[in-house]
Nanobody, 124 residues
Framework: QVQLVESGGNSVQSGGSLRLSCAASGYTYSSYRMAWFRQAPGKEREGVAAINSNSETSYADSVKGRFTISQDNAKNTLYLLMNSLKPEDTAMYYC??????????????????WGQGTQVTVSS
């Protein structure tokens, strides 16, 4: 079975940086998309960044130029480097994956596999 385990969440001050990691196991698709989503209290979940097996990427407008998604296929790990963090980036961040590589960050249909999340808190 597919397992996604996030790590790297922390509390930082505005302007700081964090790198999130998502370790994937049990995933056998050669073509795939993987993404980071986030959800703040009282808000809907939103897509942050996605990457597929062709290394194509897609970003939400709110994080373009600040966040970078990458993958290490040898380690089966997805990363999200977050720079110039703002208080509005505070949220639970989730890793997601499935085989619909052509959809990248498109939220519909929703991703098949999800991690448990890692908390990012940015203080002003």
């Amino acid at each position: 079975q597919v397992q996604l385990v996030e790590s790297g969440g922390n509390s930082v001050q505005s302007g700081g940086s964090l790198r999130l990691s998502c370790a994937a196991s049990g995933y056998t698709y050669s073509s795939y998309r993987m993404a980071w989503f986030r959800q703040a209290p009282g808000k809907e979940r939103e897509g942050v960044a996605a990457i597929n097996s062709n290394s194509e990427t897609s970003y939400a407008d709110s994080v373009k130029g600040r966040f970078t998604i990458s993958q290490d296929n040898a380690k089966n790990t997805l990363y999200l480097l977050m720079n110039s963090l703002k208080p509005e980036d505070t949220a639970m961040y989730y890793c997601a994956a499935d085989e619909r590589w052509w959809l990248l960050l498109h939220p519909i249909p929703t991703y098949n596999y999800w991690g448990q999340g890692t908390q990012v808190t940015v203080s002003s």
